[in-house]
């Protein structure tokens, strides 16, 4: 519940839906997709406090028309196999809302969706390897939101690696760093300020494994939702403005 | 001098040229250009060190052909009047080359270049106003290399005001911040490392003062430069790799 | 209110008090003392959600005794004359409750208070003139809680100049940044994680002005309060800890 | 060589020096001391651009009398055992110097030494375990001149084991992150800058494994020293200035 307009969050939960489509196992693993998964932690852990709706790339307008788009507070990316299919024009609507105040939480091979690469300004390139290495998510900023009511470390029995170089910006805040089997390590819970808009990229959950159903991962996804919320109404894009000398007087205001 | 590989940085100052071209004022101000003035300063402080070219909007290729661009270790940019002509796909050349490790040092109203914009992922709008604010420069960070040798505060008789707020990402270092006449502030001097590559903004330097020809001023466009140039050749892109479990074991170089 | 514990967050706003005792004109104008207007202004928006005590240092133990500071949640510091005649004893238990998770709101002068530069591990100096210059504060975060319901910039009539170079480490985030009639500025709202606590510093707020009646101040006293509050009860101090191998395991975790 | 005062660096190597007399191992493994390790590797790397002597605890004055410290460009620390028995008042000398511009580069075990809890002002409390998991230091900021020159990762056959969480502030910039055999991380690699001093940490290092004869890592020691190290003479701890206004005018100056 957003205090200071006392109406619910409104959560977008955006996923590409592709492999649920062509994968038995995926499909299995996620009867209501990974969308699904995603949508129910969040309400799972934010309760009344968060409406919360799911999308797809096969939707009509790919899932984020204007009026889904234009009345989400926070919204939630996971993409893979279809960065391409998004439109351009899509990406642009959403990066304007981002740097406008929604907030986004970009989930993990959506590191390289056009949203986020856009919003990093880099190539989000990285190591990776899909052979069910153990992760373990530890947390290096104990006092963060993004880290509440989570185990040092979270023990994900199975999942991708993703390793260094992570070809991201130095995060603003970096919350957990994690550690993978073969050795490899990765900074994989990362905020970000751009704009008016809080950026969150965590990086567990592929589609191979069922780490969506993850009971410490969902609470990580809770609680990233909660802590990029906009408060109450998005403030708009930052503007250029002209300032004449003594504006912010207030004998000029009263002039 | 690089001393990793013994030959002088190859620093390309680019220009937009055009204000010259159009207005007097401008012209007698700058009679070799701005981009004249940018490279004098760094020719001044670098010495044999930097071997410095020029490069102008109206040069074939828009300046930058491969021949170039794919030489130069160090780029500078000043834009203003005709950010929308530069090529998008010259932006793409820049980008790629910046995050392969080139330096990158965006000067006053390249705030608004397609390069910076792309770079930091943001608007980067500001509040503005052009009636000849007496603006002083504050360094923060004193033991930052591109404060070296300056006074706190350089004193710029006369500018054009930019404040804030200005809509990029957290520096990964603030060295400079600056005070307007009509009391408004702005972050005139930060650092953002980006793939291999290190970005500088130094936001003095309006076409319609004398900014470059400012000794201060000039000795941090020469910092910047200097603090911005790569280790020896480039390292290239970030890349995507497949690691397999083991991959920098010294038996798996071996085998 | 602490959603998580469902009982008022617990403030105790801490003032050295002894300006109030020896000049007229500051028990004039802060009648219940300046600790007694932080409060009143805490208490003005947290309002349920807060409970709300002061202590001054001509107070038994100082003010704070083990039964106030270890049922304390955010502690806001005031003091300047005085900063010698707090005992090191108090604080080291402060510090260590600060590390264990306690919120620190540190205020103007008190920049030079032991437990502010024991946490910064700097000198804390800085720029100074008291001529009742006007001061322009900032904000460059705008998405940051703190800077929440406040004009940009907040413009106080009167105040003591603080400038740059402020010797304190880089700031995790700078919220505001301040300018003054003279052409000075300073980093005036900044955050600082430190072990399981956070700590705000935020310039604004001598004894000579009435700052701490201006609506726009109380607003940030208030936000910082509710920014730096732990969730729940305190974690404690970060601890040494010896680890076999495999002791985060759910196996080793049974046997 | 330091270019602006053509004078080689001056670099004091300090060294408990304990284990080394009271362990065989330590002694067979490090003949000339740990410290006398260090040493060389900065003296291999640096070459003439550096002056390297050593110093340890059981030395007149603890090694740094005012003769050495005074003198000192750039300070490497490691302690283990005997943290307890440096002076309180050497190590606020040390303090000062860092803060007046000295480099600091801090290794290991120091992390609980009295100069960098000072300076960092937490607990510097970890995880540990000293059974020979390898330890591989991966870069996570490859443009730092810290990075230059070492593969990714590094490969220490056989280390302790120091994991997160690490109770630093969040570093200014985070160079390195290392994992363990056992799946811990840490950020061993970090870069603070402290007053007009740069202060480097630096995690591998324990006495029971030959790291400093380790290739990698003697270039990261000889790169830290070179990165941490003053521009020409040292400018001295940041001053508590009273500022008339006007102060920074050309017309105040020639008055």
Avoid at 5 to 25: F, I, M, N, S
Avoid at 119 to 130: A, D, I, P
Avoid at 192 to 200: A, L, M, N
Wanted: hydrophobic share 40%; charged share 20%.
């Amino acid at each position: 519940m957003d205090p200071s307009t006392a109406r619910p969050l409104q959560v977008t939960v955006w996923g590409e839906g592709r492999h649920e489509q062509t994968e038995p196992g995926v499909a299995r693993r996620y009867p209501d997709g990974m969308h699904g998964a995603v949508a129910d932690a969040i309400r799972q852990h934010l309760g009344e406090g968060a409406r919360v709706r799911t999308a797809v790339l096969d939707d009509p307008d790919q899932g984020l028309p204007a009026s889904v788009l234009d009345t989400t507070d926070v919204l939630t990316w996971w993409g893979h196999c279809a960065h391409d299919a998004v439109d351009d024009a899509l990406v642009e609507r959403v990066h304007a809302r981002v740097l406008a105040g929604m907030g986004l939480v970009v989930l993990h091979s959506a590191h390289h969706s056009k949203i986020f690469t856009r919003l990093m300004g880099t190539t989000c390139n990285l190591l990776w390897r899909n052979e069910g290495d153990r992760e373990l998510v530890w947390t290096v900023d104990p006092s963060h939101p993004i880290a509440a009511g989570v185990p040092n470390p979270i023990v994900i029995p199975e999942q991708e690696m993703y390793g260094e170089y992570f070809d991201i910006p130095a995060p603003d805040e970096l919350v957990f760093v994690s550690s993978f089997t073969g050795g490899e390590v990765f900074r994989s819970g990362c905020t970000f300020r751009r704009g008016h808009g809080k950026v969150v990229y965590f990086s567990p959950g592929d589609q191979d494994y069922p780490v969506y159903h993850h009971p410490d991962v969902r609470r990580v996804l809770a609680n990233s939702v909660a802590w990029s919320a906009p408060r109450g109404e998005l403030p708009g894009l930052p503007p250029v403005d002209f300032a004449a000398t003594g504006w912010f007087e207030p004998r000029a205001l009263l002039e």
